[in-house]
C-alpha cells in the first residue's frame, strides 16, 4: 500500500520543520504541491523528483496526488505552514474515498501554522483563546466572514488575520477593522508579521486605529488582540489569565 | 547575553519537534520546566542540566529562567505543544522587564499545539476558521468562557478545547455542550483525541449530542465541527469553503 502524506512545513525554510514532517519528505517518491512550497522542500532533498502545480489548482493536485499512490508511490503534499488550516488536508480527505483504501492511506502530518510562527515572532498574543479568521473571499461569502468577526469581537477573542488583503480585494482589512471597531477598542493591541521565516521578514506592534490605515500584503499575517493584551517590552502580550 | 528560549516541543515525543526548537534545547545550559515536559526534552539530551517544578509554580519557574540567565547561562523552559498558545511564554514576556536587556533575551521558539495535533489524528477539522478555547476557570471567570463559547457558536466556528475536564470540573464539556447546543444542531461533527503522539493515543468521531455524555480526561483535546465539518472515510473534515 502506498501513501499519500500531506506534509505541513512551517513557514519556510526548514528551521521550522518537525522531524515527523522531514521523515514523511524522505519516504515520498515524489514531492507535489505549489512551486513556491515544493521548491522549500526541495532544498533539503534536492534528488527528488517534483511535481508542481500553480496557486488555485489545489483539487487537480489532490486527485494526481492520490492517482500517483495508488499506482504504488508515496507521495507527499507539500504544504506552507500546517496540512489542514487553511491546507490540502480537506481536499485530499474530500476526494480520497473515490480510491480503494487497501491502495491509498492518507497521513496528515501536522506544521507551525503561520499564527503560532507569527506569534512567537511578536511575542505571545495567543496567551489566552483565540479566533483564527481567513479574510479571503473566494471561498467564503463575505457575510460568514464578517459574521465571524463580530461574535470573535463579541466574545473578546484574540483574533489571528489569515490572507488580509489581495489584489482584488485591498480594503478588507480597513472593513475588517471598522467591523472590530464596534465591540473592541481604538487603543487594542495589534501587531502583523510578513513573510515569517523567510527572507524580508518584518513586523510591527500598533493600535486597532492604526490597524485600520495599514498597507500590508498577501504574505502578512494579523493579529488583534483581546482587551487583555499588553505591551510589554515592545511585545504583543496576551496574559493566560484574568488575575493580574 | 544570555538568553532564555520559550520552547514548545509539541505534544511529545521527539517527532514533533522542529529543528529549531531541537537547536534551542541544544544550545541551552538548563533545561527548566514542568517534571514531565522537562523528561520528555532530557530523553533528546540526556546530560543536560535540568531544573523541574510541579504544575501551578509557573510564575517561580519564570524568575528562575530569567534570574539563571542574567548570571550568563541559557535557559530553555521547555512547554508542551506550542509556547505561546496557554504557554509559558505570556508569564515569562511578563516578567521580563524586571531584568536588564544588556543581560538577558528571551526568544520564543514556537511548536505544534495540540490543536494542530489533534486534527491530524482526526483528519482535517480545522479546513477553515476555528476559535481554541480552554475550559479551565483556574484564571478565566466561567462567564467569560460561557460567553465565548456562545460567540463562537453563533459564528459558526469550529472549536477546539483544551482543558475540557479536571478532578474539580468533572461537568464543564456536558455544561460547554448545552451551551453550544443553543446555536448549533446535536447532529454537528465532533472528536477527541486524548493523549495526542503518546502512548496510548486514541480518539473518537461523535455526534455533538453524544459528545454532551462522553466522560474525558484532561489529557483530551476535544474538537466541535461548525456546520459545513462532515465525517468522510471515518474522518473529520471541514471543506476549505462553501462551494461544496
Request: proline share 5%.
Amino acid at each position: 500500500m502506498s501513501k499519500v502524506f500531506v506534509v505541513g512545513i512551517g513557514p519556510g525554510g526548514p528551521d521550522f520543520l518537525t522531524a515527523q514532517a522531514r521523515t514523511a519528505l524522505e519516504r515520498a517518491d515524489v514531492l507535489c504541491g505549489y512551486t513556491v512550497y515544493v521548491e522549500l522542500a526541495q532544498e533539503l532533498f534536492p534528488d527528488k523528483e517534483t511535481y508542481a502545480t500553480p496557486m488555485r489548482r489545489e483539487l487537480e493536485r489532490c486527485r494526481w496526488a492520490l492517482e500517483t499512490a495508488s499506482q504504488g508511490r508515496n507521495v507527499a503534499l507539500v504544504c506552507s505552514g500546517d496540512a489542514g488550516v487553511y491546507g490540502m488536508a480537506s481536499p485530499l480527505l474530500e476526494l480520497a474515498p473515490e480510491f480503494p483504501e487497501v491502495e491509498v492511506e492518507v497521513e496528515v502530518v501536522p506544521g507551525v501554522t503561520a499564527a503560532l510562527s507569527g506569534a512567537a515572532r511578536l511575542g505571545a498574543p495567543l496567551g489566552h483563546d483565540f479566533c483564527v479568521i481567513s479574510l479571503s473571499d473566494l471561498l467564503t461569502p463575505w457575510e460568514v466572514i464578517e459574521k465571524r468577526l463580530t461574535c470573535a469581537a463579541e466574545g473578546d477573542f484574540v483574533i489571528c488575520l489569515y490572507n488580509p488583503t489581495s489584489k482584488k480585494r485591498v480594503d478588507y482589512l480597513r472593513r475588517t477593522c471598522d467591523i472590530l471597531l464596534r465591540a473592541k477598542s481604538p487603543e487594542t493591541v495589534c501587531g502583523w508579521v510578513r513573510n515569517i521565516g523567510r527572507e524580508g521578514e518584518r513586523s510591527r506592534l500598533l493600535t486597532l486605529a492604526q490597524l485600520r490605515e495599514e498597507q500590508v500584503d498577501m504574505f502578512t499575517t494579523v493579529f488583534i488582540g483581546s482587551s487583555t493584551t499588553q505591551t510589554i517590552g515592545g511585545r504583543m502580550v496576551t496574559p493566560r489569565g484574568y488575575e493580574t
